[in-house]
């Protein structure tokens, strides 16, 4: 559909969303408070009249404070393990959980899956949002899915083999894990398995660990890619991926308005200026959340993708601000610190961010693994802290460990120590 009907497309749904959260007592308020009302909605440039959502308001509202549909409506509830003690859910009525199947199907077969592919599917199952997205994403694709969860890494290689699985989907980190377990049991991802596809989300992924994880999986070398997954709980979970152009990630404009604003004017940005990106939810029945505050950081295209797809896609991931760190009044992305330090060929995936705390003044230091063979001696250290330094406009130790000495993730991976309230 051109990009001008579906925008059409998404006002007509935005303001029945609208009228729908209007019926949340929670929500009614907060368009009472900003002075408006779901029938203010004519134009385009109404849109930004609608009061914000927040984490908090998911949070705050727990567990059903924020339900716009019925109760017994209401099919199945996710929500995120929350760090901070209180939880983000969402709910689901049986639309939504077919809304949910229908974007994730169309994000697989843009990345080109197919029915004959098998799936060994190692995304959590479980409260989290992604396993079962993608689960009922692949099974609407029609793909045949060996539904392993995370973890077992041992055996989800002999799984590989047996099935002679053809995509693998999961965190990078652990898609990076298991192709470092793979080598160290004799067997060669290239040579000995079939993998063409790997749809991994669930955490930021830099173009440098894309590129490693597409060499050690077989990926590129069996004639397909990695595809990076994006999405949240609060817009339901995983809902965009990349497509076979790899030239970003597809956002569904007719499931999902998309803005991109300054976060400190909340002005629009300019067409390919990075921006904090906004989301409503378009088709949700349960728990509809408009203009949500993602906090990440993207750059977005609005050019006909070179798949032939008209739904703009995220081309440049800068951070999520829930990721900041801050540091002796300096703020760190730990993602560009990935990004910086795989680079160098001879550092491994495995690394983590120490924050410190000696004499009051903040410290910070990078501990890395070397890749096997790599020869690291106090040059090469003392040039990578002056890069890191440059970089960050920090300080930052480097210290190189024993390969096999830091943690291993078979979800999210942990990436930063703060030691500072220790
Ligand atoms: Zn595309």
Redesign the pocket.
């Known amino acids: 559909m051109p990009l001008e009907q579906l925008q059409q497309l998404q006002l007509d749904k935005f303001r029945k969303q609208a009228h729908r959260v209007y019926g949340n007592p929670f929500m009614k308020k907060r368009f009472h408070e900003a002075g408006m009302h779901p029938d203010d909605l004519k134009h385009w440039g109404d849109i930004k009249k609608v009061p914000f959502t927040y984490k908090d308001d998911l949070r705050d509202n727990y567990p059903t404070g924020l339900l716009c549909g019925k109760w017994e409506d209401v099919v199945r509830i996710h929500m995120t393990s929350g760090t901070t003690g209180v939880p983000t859910p969402m709910t689901y009525t049986k639309n939504d959980l077919d809304n949910w199947a229908v974007c994730m199907a169309r994000n697989f077969v ?1 990345g080109g899956l197919n029915k004959h592919d098998v799936v060994q599917q190692a995304h959590g199952l479980g409260l989290f949002t992604g396993g079962f997205g993608f689960h009922y994403g692949l099974e609407r694709v029609g793909a045949k899915i060996v539904p392993t969860g995370a973890g077992g890494t041992e055996r989800q290689l002999r799984l590989m083999q047996d099935w002679g699985t053809t995509v693998f989907t999961g965190t990078p980190s652990y898609a990076a894990y298991i192709s470092e377990v793979a080598l160290e049991n004799g067997i060669d991802p290239v040579k000995d398995l079939k993998l063409r596809l790997g749809f991994h989300g669930g955490e930021p992924c830099t173009d440098e660990l894309r590129h490693r994880i597409n060499e050690r999986m077989g990926y590129k070398a069996h004639g397909g890619g990695m595809r990076r997954c994006y999405g949240l709980t609060e817009m339901g979970g995983p809902m965009s991926m990349d ?3 790899e ?2 990630i ?1 956002i569904w404009l007719d499931h999902y308005l998309i803005e991109l604003l300054d976060p400190d004017t909340l002005e629009a940005v300019q067409p390919g200026q990075p921006g904090e990106l906004v989301l409503s939810n378009l088709s949700y029945e349960a728990m509809p959340i408009l203009r949500y505050r993602t906090g990440d950081r993207v750059i977005i295209s609005y050019d006909t ?5 008209t739904h703009p ?1 995220i081309t440049n991931f800068l951070g999520r601000v829930d990721d900041m760190l801050l540091v002796s009044g300096t703020n760190i992305f730990p993602s560009q610190v990935e990004d910086l330090l795989l680079q160098h060929p001879a550092i491994s995936e495995h690394w983590q961010l120490v924050v410190g705390n000696r004499k009051g003044l903040h410290t910070l230091k990078v501990e890395v693994e070397p890749v096997p063979g790599a020869i690291i001696d106090d040059e090469y250290i003392s040039t990578l802290e002056k890069t890191l330094h440059s970089f960050l406009e920090i300080t930052c130790h480097v210290h190189f460990k024993p390969i096999g000495s830091l943690k291993r993730f078979e979800g999210k991976a942990v990436r930063v120590v703060d030691e500072r309230n220790c």
Do not use: D, Q, T
């Open positions: 843009a497509c076979e152009s030239s970003g597809h993708c070179e798949c032939g797809r896609r």
